[in-house]
């Protein structure tokens, strides 16, 4: 199975702030590479596919990047709705698994 | 507008049975193969199981080999999830969840665009 691995778990950062979040798989994965947004209560969202396509209707201050084994996602002016839980996905092969998660808090 | 809603969720004892469903609405159901995936505080968001639009394609996490059934009823734009010989380990919530991609007759690099609530489904004797 691909593993894949998120750093850092959790971080803080104040409003405005730009914050970056990568996630490593343990195998190639090309760019079949998928983030969520989760909030407390509420299903994951998806906000990026296929590495770098953003999903209508995500704010533009949402990124990402990468291929192979190494992916990042970065939020630029973060305001105080992006306070969740963020998760990477490999889409590559079955079994198709998670990252282990990274909190954000905002200040 | 695309909805999916979980149901059949409950509290059952090691070794038991339940079958989830999920009902969904504003989209082609056929078109989309679809997935659960569960979620625990401790083990995080777990693929469980899939199955492609036409319903003939299956494929599981090894840890649900053997014991769940995914299958889905295009007629009733339902997907179901059966689950057998439940453990413990099993106790999560579980979501039902839409492929992003057209797909029909396979299985092919799962995305998921659209989620469900989520029904708990606790193991315990």
Known sequence: ?107 | EVQLLESGGGLVQPGGSLRLSCAISGFTFSSHAMSWVRQTPGKGLEWVSGVSGSGDVTDYADAVKGRFTISRDNSKNTLYLHMNNLRVEDTATYYCAKDLRITVTVILSLSFDHWGRGTPVTVSS
Request: aromatic share 8%; hydrophobic share 25%; glycine share 8%.
């Open chain 1, 1 to 107: 199975d691909i593993q894949m691995t998120q750093s850092p778990s959790s971080l803080s950062a104040s409003v405005g702030d730009s914050v970056t979040i990568t996630c490593r798989a343990s195998q190639s994965i090309d760019t079949s590479l998928n983030w969520y947004q989760q909030k407390p209560g509420l299903a994951p969202k998806l906000l990026i596919s296929s590495a770098s396509s953003l999903q209508n209707g995500v704010p533009s201050r949402f990124s990402a990047s990468g291929s192979g084994t190494g992916f990042t996602l970065t939020i630029n002016n973060l305001q105080p709705d992006d306070s969740a839980t963020y998760y990477c996905q490999h889409s590559y092969t079955s079994p198709y698994t998670f990252g282990q998660g990274t909190r954000l808090d905002l200040k």
